[in-house]
């Protein structure tokens, strides 16, 4: 009854730590969080897929689950975020339930308890518990795989009665171990690797367990077969469209270095992921997910880590330390070879068995001390000397983690800024004040419509509401409708070219130790069009009607500036739509030509992407171009054009009569004068 309730208390505080401050802390919106709520919202509205290809490609599980979520909470942030929040709790419930399961000579129940302590109390499973990403789904499915499993090779006394036959209990066993495998590889990459752990610890079965191997080896190649099953249409739409999975490429380089016979890349990078577990300075440098280099395990938790491995290497003919060693190591695969940057995501398969270890390594310790006493002095008091040094250690690890997750990491300027906290306020306040059917325009480092775009559409509560994107530190945008809001945060400053369209109103103040610490919100002026000439026509999509310099003539080693001015007739023209946005994704070229046809400057460039353009919008483009210094003086001729960002194509100009007359046009040409 004791551990009963211990185990509830653990339960509730883990959904405690979990949902305190979940809007707020993560501070933000990352772009791959976002764009799984962008999916879900999709989903939502009827555009079902079988895998996204946003996030590089993304396996749909998850998203399926927040469109759940949405549905029945809103689409906005903490539905997206509650996900996890449930299944880093439900995975502790399996955790303690397989441990009581793998470790049944701990009649005290010691093992399952620490280690549920630990997942609850330990910076990485509690950061995975809040973020909104699909790995964060894993570790749930991957513990009740492995439990299934287990109860499928283990040796029972009499599991078959006169009412339950051999291929009844076989089948109540393998259809949802195979589902859950399944599952497993429809919610993240790692999944690809992490199920072989089960053919790998048949094998080990075979070699020292036979009557284990002869028990569980039918049912389980049974579910495996099963699971390929399932998941074998997933693997047939991704080999016939490779584009949804391009974060395959992450692993290439070490592997094809590996079969050129060059194994230091690998042996490198395994060093520092296997380091990243308990030196400080080697964990997880990727700021989103970790303080910079802070280890899995902080102090003297590290310490139990490496003893409950040195145990479990020592116990490895119990077939219950073989698993979670084998299940530890398979699960780390994806770091070992790609190194410690982000395998908090990429480890997340290893959860729990990783968890695991430092209690083993308490436990083992708990009972040294009681037979150290019981033999020196004849007392049984070793073992609660262990048990409170163990809730000593517990306690402070939890104390670090709070310090570390709510304080030291959750309120870190240069976090705030990898969670996009200065959009969120600028989004915040359009919620609040944004005039209802006017266009809002946002200026932003990552205007792509996989990135900051995929932020706001989560946190606007008009979703509806007409937006455009750019980064105004070299393009603009002049909505078909007069009348809009700019909102441009410090980290894109408005190009003076721009300034004169522009009225402000008010800046708003975030913290001032905040690496985008304000954003200035504007209108559109009431002035004068500059004067437009004769428009050359891109295949009926855009206009170029304008084009000026900075300054011509210009001297060598100048930096001139270009500036060109389209009306956006037909954005379905503009280019072909390409994945993984399934949007157009065109670029404006500048090329400054020697009287020889060569290239003497050019700059390719679009800072108002043209996802986002609308029938009547006028785009305005700012190239600058680096003149060499032995730039020889003369007037020399002047192109410009577009082109599909993924193809090269470049964009046809027409005549009146629809016919193509050339790729590019020609402008003002560029005088260089003498340096004298």
């Known amino acids: 009854m004791k551990t009963r309730w211990l185990i509830l208390s653990v339960f509730l505080l883990a959904f405690a730590l979990r949902v305190y401050r979940l809007a707020e802390i993560p501070p933000g919106l990352t772009h791959d969080e976002a764009n799984h709520g962008v999916e879900a919202m999709e989903v939502l509205a009827g555009e079902l897929r079988y895998y996204f290809p946003r996030n590089y490609g993304s396996e749909p599980l998850y998203s399926y689950l927040v469109a759940l979520t949405m549905w029945g909470g809103g689409e906005h942030l903490l539905p997206l975020r509650l996900v996890n929040v449930w299944f880093g709790v439900l995975v502790i419930a399996a955790a303690y339930r397989l441990t009581l399961d793998l470790f049944t000579q701990d009649r005290r129940h010691l093992i399952p308890l620490f280690a549920a302590a630990t997942l609850t109390l330990t910076f990485w499973p509690l950061a995975a518990s809040r973020e909104a990403l699909r790995a964060g789904v894993l570790p749930f499915l991957t513990t ?23 291929i009844t209990y076989h089948a109540s066993r393998i259809t949802p171990f195979a589902l859950l495998i399944a599952l497993m590889l429809h ?21 020292w367990h036979r009557p284990w191997f002869w028990r569980g080896w039918q049912p389980t190649v049974a579910g495996l077969l099963l699971a390929g099953l399932l998941v074998g249409p997933m693997f047939h739409y991704l080999q016939a469209h490779p584009y949804a999975q391009t974060r395959l490429d992450m692993l290439g380089s070490t592997l ?12 490198r990078n395994s060093g520092q992921a296997a380091a990243a577990f308990i030196l400080p300075g080697y964990g997880d440098q990727f700021l989103a997910y970790n303080i910079p280099g802070r280890p899995v395990f902080v102090g003297v938790m590290g310490l139990f880590f490496l003893l409950g491995i040195g145990v479990s290497l020592w116990q490895w003919r119990q077939p219950a330390y073989a698993l979670i060693l084998l299940w530890a190591l398979i699960g780390i695969l994806p770091s070992l070879i790609t190194g410690p940057t982000a395998n908090t995501t990429r480890n997340l398969a290893a959860l729990t068995p990783l968890m695991v270890l430092p209690a083993i390594g308490l436990v083992w310790l708990m009972a040294w001390g009681e037979e150290k006493f019981r033999a020196e002095r004849g007392e049984r008091r070793g073992a609660m000397v262990v048990v409170g040094l163990a809730v000593v250690v517990l306690l402070f690890s939890g104390a670090r983690t709070w310090q ?23 989004v915040a306040w359009v919620n609040e004040n944004g005039a209802a059917g006017h266009p809002i325009i946002f200026s932003t480092v990552y205007p792509g419509p996989a990135h900051d775009p995929s932020i706001a559409q989560v946190l606007l509560a008009n979703k509806t509401r007409p937006t455009r994107w750019l980064d105004a530190r070299l393009g603009f945008i002049f909505p078909g409708d007069a009348a809009a809001t700019l909102i441009i945060p410090s980290s894109t400053p408005l190009h003076p070219t721009f300034a004169p369209y522009l009225l402000p109103q008010a800046k708003i103040d975030l913290r001032p130790d905040d690496l985008d610490p304000f954003f200035t919100r504007y209108t559109l002026a009431d002035v004068s069009w500059p004067e ?44 072909p739509i390409v994945p993984p946005s399934f949007t157009t994704e065109v670029v404006f070229f ?12 050019q700059q390719d460039r679009l800072d108002v992407p043209s996802w986002g353009w609308q029938m009547g919008d006028i785009v305005v483009q700012i190239h600058q171009l680096h003149l060499p210094g032995d730039a020889a003086a003369g007037e020399y001729q002047v192109i410009v054009g577009i082109y599909d960002a993924t193809s090269w194509q470049r964009t046809p100009v027409i005549n009146s009569n629809g016919l193509i007359i050339d790729d590019k046009t020609s402008i003002t040409p560029l005088i260089i004068s003498s340096d004298h």
């Open 404 to 426: 570390d997750y709510f304080i030291r990491w959750g309120e870190d300027p240069d976090v705030r800024a990898a969670y996009q906290v200065n959009l969120g306020q600028a």
């Open 256 to 267: 094809q270095r590996v079969r050129e016979g060059d194994l230091w890349p690998l042996l």
């Open 532 to 575: 437009f000439s004769t428009p050359i026509n891109f295949n009926g999509a855009v206009k170029l009607i304008r084009t000026t310099w900075s300054h011509n003539p210009a001297r060598p080693g100048d930096v001139v500036e270009l500036i060109t001015w389209w009306q956006v007739v037909d954005p379905a023209r503009v280019g």
């Open 590 to 601: 500048t090329q400054i030509l020697r009287p020889d046809n060569l290239i003497l400057a």
């Open 144 to 166: 009740m795989a492995v439990l299934l499993f287990w109860r499928m090779v283990r040796p029972e006394n009499s599991p078959f009665t006169p009412h339950v036959s051999r």
């Open 187 to 207: 919610t993240y990459l790692a999944a690809r690797v992490v199920w072989l752990v089960f053919p790998v610890f048949l094998v080990y079965l075979f070699l």
